[in-house]
């Protein structure tokens, strides 16, 4: 089991930075790609970002690149998503999840076998 928790939502005016954390815990020994998602109100979630651990590839949508940046800690127990220019689109709930095993596109939802419970992410224009 893999425990992810989420921190470092809140509200901010368009234009504006966060930084999210997602702190996994648990059996972490077989990670494979750790992942951001998003759900706006109304409409279904989509993945943001990812990062392969072993190659440190990352993904984003092109919605949010050049904006958002993926990373992880040294002893890669945190997962970080620091967002800058931040636009009102960009309100939903943010999810980390973790994969175990190969297979699958970064952006896919069933690739992810552990989710966190998510943190609210608001941006007034």
């Known amino acids: 089991q893999v425990q992810l928790v989420e921190s470092g939502g809140g509200s901010v005016q368009a234009g504006g930075s966060l930084r999210l954390s997602c702190a996994a815990s648990?059996?972490?020994?077989?990670?494979?790609?750790m992942g951001w998602f998003r759900q706006a109100p109304g409409k279904e979630r989509q993945g943001v970002a990812a990062?392969?651990?072993?190659?440190?590839?990352?993904h984003y949508a092109d919605s949010v690149k050049g904006r958002f940046t993926i990373s992880q800690d040294n002893a890669q127990s945190t997962l970080y998503l620091q967002m800058n220019n931040l636009k009102p689109e960009d309100t939903g709930t943010y999810y980390c999840?973790?994969?175990?095993?190969?297979?699958?596109?970064?952006?896919?939802?069933?690739?992810?076998?552990?989710w966190g419970q998510g943190t609210q992410v608001t941006v007034s224009s």
């Open positions: 648990g059996d972490t020994l077989f990670t494979y790609c």
């Open positions: 999840a973790h994969a175990r095993r190969i297979g699958g596109s970064w952006y896919e939802e069933q690739k992810y076998n552990y």
């Open positions: 990062l392969y651990t072993g190659s440190g590839a990352t």
